[in-house]
């Protein structure tokens, strides 16, 4: 995966807008996120405001990235297979949802 966390930004940012999209881009949209994880140091205070924007607008579209990716397998299944750190709280958006909700 790209490696310049600007880039991944740009990409997050347009991803989180399109939830309409396939599961297996959904799936990659986690992705560029947990990548981003690992390249957060090295965002400006601007480009981390904007990633908690972004961040703010896939807990908004949680019910919608949920259902989609579902489509694939359980959130729990894809979490495995990508070997996901907990601390990537966007792999466990069906519990943030059902948090929301109680």
Partial sequence: MN???RRLLE???VDVQHPDVSAF?????????SALA???A???TEERQRLEEADSQLLAGAPMFVSRLL???PLPTLRRRADVSP???WWYLERLQQAIRT
């Fill in 3 to 5: 490696d310049d966390p």
């Fill in 11 to 13: 990409q997050y940012i």
């Fill in 25 to 33: 881009e959904l799936l990659d949209l986690l992705q560029t996120r």
């Fill in 38 to 40: 690992t390249l957060e």
């Fill in 42 to 44: 090295q965002l400006s």
């Fill in 71 to 73: 489509e694939l397998a």
């Fill in 87 to 89: 601390s990537h709280w």
